[in-house]
């Protein structure tokens, strides 16, 4: 059985994916993710798909220092930091996708899973 940081309170409505050992940097996931929390799974994935060419920045809220200021990051309601971390997008994006299978297998609407829990830790 697999350890996650939070339980469910409805198992039958709740579906949950996990992975561990990226190769990436801790600080660039996190803001990721942070950014991607409390969203559809459907807008979240546009979201992280823009990001790789550019067309969307990933705002930084709390790991922000040396990190440049564009104009990307405002209109995500930031302090104007923000950067396009290609790697971690990739990584956020393949746990969405096992998210998604995962309920459909459980029979849950693909449509309207939103993010309600996501978690980077530090290794």
């Known amino acids: 059985m697999v350890k996650y940081s939070r339980e469910s309170d409805n198992p039958t409505k709740f579906c949950k994916t996990r992975d ?9 996931t996190r803001e990721t993710t942070d950014a ?3 969203l559809l799974l459907t807008m979240a994935r546009e979201y992280l798909e823009d990001a790789p060419v550019h067309e969307q920045a990933m705002p930084f809220t709390r ?3 040396g990190v440049g200021r564009t104009a990307q990051a405002k209109n995500r309601h930031s302090n ?4 396009s971390s290609v790697k971690s997008v990739k990584y ?12 459909d297998l459980k029979g849950l609407d693909v449509n309207s899973p939103y993010i309600s829990h996501i978690q980077v830790t530090q290794a």
């Not at 561990?20 to 660039?28: A, E, L, T």
């Not at 104007?80 to 950067?83: A, E, L, R």
């Open 20 to 28: 561990s050992d990226f190769r990436v940097h801790f600080k660039n």
């Open 36 to 38: 991607t929390s409390r």
């Open 63 to 65: 790991f922000c220092r």
């Open 80 to 83: 104007g930091q923000g950067c």
């Open 92 to 103: 956020i994006l393949v746990l969405l996708k096992h998210a998604e299978s995962n309920a």
